[in-house]
Nanobody, 122 residues
Framework: QLQLVESGGGLVQPGGSLRLSCATS????????IGWFRQAPGQEREGVSC????????WYADSVKGRFTNSRDNAQKSVYLQMNSLQPEGSALYYC???????????????WGQGIQVTVPS
């Protein structure tokens, strides 16, 4: 059974950092791209970043470029999102998602994690 479990969220002051983890099981992480998404209250879910196979293939939304960094550890079956210089507009429920295809490029989300809250007070 394919599973993704996020951790590492929480409350952080403006300008602070958090590192989200996405622990995976039930599939070969080294054959799938992983995407990160977020959804703030009253807003649509938006793509934040994705990391492909190999992890040189990465994409970041303009709003996080230069502040967020993906990494992956296939041996630990985990993907990480380092988030620096967080601001109040970064408050949201963050999700990791496995690519719907066994592809090194992120074509679209297939299976989702349950989400983890990140809160940056204004």
């Amino acid at each position: 059974q394919l599973q993704l479990v996020e951790s590492g969220g929480g409350l952080v002051q403006p300008g602070g950092s958090l590192r989200l983890s996405c622990a995976t099981s039930g599939f070969a992480l080294d054959k799938k791209a992983i995407g990160w998404f977020r959804q703030a209250p009253g807003q649509e879910r938006e793509g934040v970043s994705c990391v492909g196979v190999p992890d040189v293939h990465q994409w970041y939304a303009d709003s996080v470029k230069g502040r967020f960094t993906n990494s992956r550890d296939n041996a630990q079956k985990s993907v990480y999102l380092q988030m620096n210089s967080l601001q109040p507009e970064g408050s949201a429920l963050y999700y990791c998602a496995a690519n719907r295809l066994a592809s090194g490029y992120f074509d679209g989300p297939g299976d989702w994690g349950q989400g983890i809250q990140v809160t940056v007070p204004s």
